[in-house]
């Protein structure tokens, strides 16, 4: 198992290199570039005064050799344009928000949405079962920033229960977790649903009940670990979302997250920062989808067992 | 949170979820019955009607800005929000008192003289102290300006050297004897003490400022809030227009979202300013009792650039001159703008020193959908032409984009609209063999003196980026040796008439409209105060005896 963290590990290493690479291509091929953004309507040849200062003029090769450089064995990744603030700095002080939203919303997603999976599932066509899908399509339906505004209308506004947006204690929290968790609820619900209607009318389980092992048992113990390997799948893929893409849940609520520090480089033309933020983001995506195959080969009896057996062999 | 969470864990699934959900519910509620409603803003307390001089509470002012500021440091450069949340607590060496004002203030500098087209002697104050208590000297301009060069800040680099030639006293040479240029530099750079920058750099904390208020909070792209010194250095007989402290706490949020903001001018007990407004909630903040909404005018107009280059049909100039005929301003501003801007009645900003109030009983190309066929029929373009329209990506460019091209299809040309990335848009813009014959494009005052921005967007010897001469792409002897003559020392009045009257009757650029920046705030604020920019300085408001917010 220690040895397949470790290769997982390693393969990330050429992803992250390659996402870079790949972003810094992109952006050097975008019309317009870092000294024009420096230069604002300086005149042309103050414009190619800069660039030849800050290296742009150089071969595509060398400049992307640099800026590997810079990232991978010196782990920075300069200066913001614009802002004239350190990327690494900016995006440690930015990224642990968007984190923590980010686990929030799934950890929220993940004890609330297989519950509610597994009670549909074993309830399957019976009232419980009907609400529980009506409230997952409810849920996948519903645009994340309209659930937003709903809450803020209903709990800052109507309410007065909780602040409407900013930064500061727990209560700051509340709303955009919700917010950003709902979507995940729903499609955990629904997933775990149809992974353990999968699994309960399995061999194994009937051997379980016939065993004269007790329902939660059979559900808990041989069911349920069955099932969750779409799951984490799922989940793992939701996280990954919630982290990148909670961009528009940060704007409404005003969280200065990796999302609203993306869009606004993006729309300040900001190509360091951009490429840092991307950067920083695909690593914890690839963390991410790292610690779910983990979790699915942790769960898996089979998967566990290919480990066993390949160390048996050797 | 994570012990809810491990304990939901321990409980059947079900009984987990409710556990968090009811947790999360009632932590809200435990905080929000006292400040959780107020945190991110500021409410007077139960039923208080009382004075404002009621000792020992703080007023205090909050703020929602439509935008972000995500770094505070004074050698940034400027954006409309930052210049907000800047005012009170960093300054200029000098500035214009208000927007639109020819008059020039001092704020750090006490007095100038000009020795020659590109040289001044200046002298600061004598006893300028931060809010760290670093004296203010002539060393920290030369560092300030320093900084603002590395920095690349735009307008910095008019600056050639400072020469400190006494503690107090320095000389600023500059790189340019245009007309303004001084008072644009020192409008520019905000300053700060090099022992003040370089304490910030090594612990990361704020940079102090000279103002009369000291930032104690800044959480970048989310909120700040700044309070008032007490041991500000000016008198206040000598104090700036902007350098005036009357509410003691300012707290900026951001709310950039346009239904916060919506609800945040809903609520004026928790945000008593709200800035600056989308035109779809203007109407609806309008009616709110207790609440003021007021429009100021924007240092930004929407120019029309016509592609005069032989690349474009628009090198004709009665097709020019067709367009601007043709466009209905009255439909553009209900339609597009939801009623939240203004078309300008001649060409040049009327905030600008040197703008000419006879001008305006000129036409300028007052809609006249008769005249715009003939000057079509004279241009001899045929019915059915495709132009092309770019403009930058977004709303604004959409909706006023098809409002232009339902007024060009009344005489029987079609447009085609484009709305571009900001990272392309100059790239388009340079290439005038690209397709584009209208561009859309913002346009700003670039100094106190009106030549300043017809200089540089105007001409290819002033500050623009075109290669091929100026925004509209030709180069054009007469207008350039009209620029020249006016930014001159000998620059009079007859010659920026000369330039207007030659802009408009050759039809190059046609402005267009103007947004108005639209806030909302507490009747108990009696008058927003703005800067030279039209920034808001809350700080320098006028907030009522009965002003009942407190901290």
Not at chain 1, 2 to 31: D, H, K, N, Q, S
Not at chain 1, 75 to 93: E, P, R, Y
Not at chain 1, 204 to 210: E, G
Not at chain 2, 471 to 493: C, H, P, T, Y
């Amino acid at each position: 198992m220690i040895r397949y963290v470790f290769r997982r590990l390693a393969l990330m290493i050429p992803i992250i290199i390659g996402v870079t690479v790949l972003v810094f291509t992109i952006i050097w091929f975008t019309p317009g570039d870092a000294a024009e953004v420096l230069a604002g309507n300086a005149p042309r040849e103050q414009v190619e005064e800069l660039r030849r200062l800050m290296g742009l003029d150089r071969p595509y090769i060398v400049q992307l050799g640099d800026y590997l450089y810079n990232v991978f064995i010196r782990h920075d990744f300069g200066k913001a344009l614009v802002n004239k603030t350190s990327i690494s700095a900016d995006i440690v002080m930015r990224f642990p928000k968007s984190l923590i939203f980010a686990v929030f919303g799934i950890l929220i997603s993940v004890f609330a949405g297989i519950p509610l999976g597994v009670y549909a599932a074993l309830h399957q066509n019976k009232t419980g079962d009907s609400l529980a899908t009506a409230f997952s399509l409810l849920f996948v339906s519903t645009p994340g920033f309209w659930l937003a505004l709903m809450l803020v209308l209903l709990f800052a506004y109507r309410l007065g229960w909780l602040p409407p947006y900013g930064m500061g204690g727990v209560e700051y929290w509340i709303m955009p977790v919700l917010a950003n968790c709902f979507h995940g609820v729903a499609i955990i619900t629904r997933q775990t649903r149809s992974s353990m209607l999968e699994v309960i009318r399995s061999d194994f389980v009937v051997m379980a009940r016939s065993k004269g092992l007790s329902e939660g048992e059979v559900i808990v113990r041989h069911a349920l670990p069955n099932a969750l390997i779409p799951i984490i799948a799922v989940a793992g893929m939701n996280f990954g979302g919630m982290l990148g893409g909670g961009l528009i849940i940060e704007k409404v609520f005003s969280i200065p997250g990796i999302g609203n520090y993306l869009v606004t480089a993006v729309g300040q033309r900001d190509f360091t920062a951009v490429m840092g933020g991307v950067i920083i983001t695909s690593l914890f995506f690839s963390l991410v989808m790292l610690a779910a195959d983990l979790g699915m080969a942790f769960v898996d009896p089979r998967v566990k067992e290919q480990y066993s057996t390949a160390r048996r062999r050797k | 949170m994570s012990a809810i969470a491990s304990r939901g864990m321990k409980k059947p699934w079900a009984r987990g979820l409710a556990a968090v959900l009811a947790a999360a519910l009632l932590a809200g509620c435990a905080s929000g019955g006292n400040e959780g409603g107020q945190s991110a803003g500021n409410q007077a307390a139960d039923g208080q009607v009382v004075s404002a001089a009621q000792e020992g509470r703080r007023t205090k002012a909050t703020v929602a800005l439509a935008s972000a500021v995500n770094v505070f440091a004074p050698y940034s450069k400027w954006n409309p929000y930052l210049g907000i949340q800047y005012a009170g607590v960093y300054e200029r060496l000098a500035e214009r008192e208000q927007f639109g004002s020819d008059s020039f203030q001092g704020v750090l500098m006490k007095s100038w003289e000009k020795v020659d087209d590109v040289t001044y002697d200046c002298v600061l104050y004598d006893y300028i102290v931060d809010s760290d208590g670093n004296p203010f000297t002539a060393e920290d301009v030369k560092f300030s300006v320093d900084k603002a060069h590395e920095n690349g800040i735009a307008d910095s680099k008019y600056i050639e050297s400072i020469e400190v030639t006494e503690p107090y006293a320095f000389t600023m040479k500059l790189t340019d004897s245009g007309v303004g240029i001084f008072e644009m530099v020192c409008e520019t750079c905000w300053m700060a003490a090099r022992a003040a920058f370089e304490k910030s750099e090594a612990d990361g904390s704020i940079c102090a400022g000279t103002g009369p208020y000291v930032c104690v909070e800044f959480i970048s792209g989310s909120s700040t809030q700044v309070e008032k010194r007490d041991d500000y250095w000016q008198t206040p007989e000598l104090t700036a227009v902007t350098s005036r402290a009357n509410v003691d706490v300012i707290v900026y949020n951001t709310v950039s979202e346009t239904t916060q903001m919506a609800i945040s001018t809903e609520d004026p007990a928790g945000t008593q300013i709200c800035a600056w407004l989308n035109e779809s909630i203007v109407e609806d903040a309008r009616t709110i009792p207790g609440v003021t909404v007021e429009s100021k005018e924007s240092i930004q107009m929407k120019t029309i650039v016509f592609n005069a280059s032989e690349y474009s049909a628009c090198s004709s100039e009665a097709l020019r001159k067709a367009i601007c005929y043709a466009t209905d301003n009255d439909a553009l501003i209900t339609g597009a703008l939801s009623g939240i801007g203004y078309a300008p009645p001649t060409f040049g900003s009327p905030y600008a020193i040197g703008y000419n109030k006879a001008w305006e009983s000129g036409d300028y190309y007052n809609y006249d959908i008769e005249k715009a066929k003939a000057m079509l029929a004279e241009a001899g373009i045929p019915e059915g032409t495709v132009l092309k329209f770019y403009g930058p990506a977004g709303a604004e460019t959409e909706k006023t984009g098809s409002v232009l091209a339902s007024c060009l299809a009344a005489i029987g040309l079609k447009l085609e609209v484009n709305a571009v990335e900001a990272a392309t848009q100059s790239t388009y813009l340079n290439d005038l063999a690209s397709g584009w014959d209208i561009f859309i494009a913002a346009t700003t005052l670039k100094g106190p003196y009106l030549i300043q921005s017809y200089s540089y967007y105007c001409s290819s010897v002033g500050l623009n980026n075109q290669v091929n001469g100026a925004m509209w792409g030709v180069r054009d002897d007469d207008f350039e040796n009209l620029v020249d003559k006016s930014n001159s020392k000998d620059g009079a009045q007859a010659d920026l008439d000369a330039i207007h009257d030659y802009v408009v009757d050759n039809c190059y650029v046609y402005q267009w409209f103007s947004n108005y920046f639209t806030c909302s705030y507490v009747d108990a604020i009696k008058e927003t105060v703005t800067n030279f920019k039209n920034n808001l300085v809350v700080g320098a408001c006028e907030f009522s005896a009965d002003y009942a917010y407190y901290e």
